[in-house]
């Protein structure tokens, strides 16, 4: 049984590999190109399924972004860091999720951008009214390790 379950994680791994090889940049172009679709609403479950995918591809694929992808990121993180109502049903909350897988990949994105991008990017004001408006402690890390570095 160990051995079977050893195995199917390998498969998982090279399956994954293979996808971020040969699919990466288009994965992850088109999951952002969805986040700055203005003509459809994003939802959470879409944010959240979205946020994983990017995830999924900055760890595993070489990535060329660009500074409107990393805007967009921004965009969206700001979106969900924070919630209305009572958060004591589910921890983390959906909407936490999605803003913490966001604010977490921010470093790889932004050092995944070409030097030239990075240097008219402004997203100081933005990340910091991410930091100060979020009640979520993680996406606050990510946002502060984020900023200490730049």
Not at 56 to 73: N, S, Y
């Amino acid at each position: 049984m160990l051995l079977c379950y050893s195995t199917s994680i390998a498969k998982k791994d090279e399956n994954l590999q293979f996808v971020a090889n040969d699919f990466g940049q288009n994965l992850f172009d088109k999951a952002v190109a969805r986040l700055a679709d203005h003509t459809s609403q994003i939802s959470l479950p879409d944010a959240v399924c979205i946020s994983n995918l990017v995830c999924t591809m900055v760890a595993t694929a070489a990535l060329a972004v660009t500074a409107e992808q990393f805007k967009t990121i921004v965009d969206t993180a700001e979106d969900w860091c924070f919630e209305n109502g009572s958060r004591k049903s589910v921890v983390p909350t959906a909407s936490e999720e999605a803003a913490n897988n966001f604010t977490r990949v921010l470093r790889r994105v932004f050092d995944s951008m070409p030097a030239e991008e990075t240097s008219d990017l402004d997203s100081n004001t933005q990340l910091k009214n991410i930091f100060e408006k979020t009640e979520f402690s993680t996406v606050q890390s990510n946002v502060d390790a984020f900023m200490a570095s730049n």
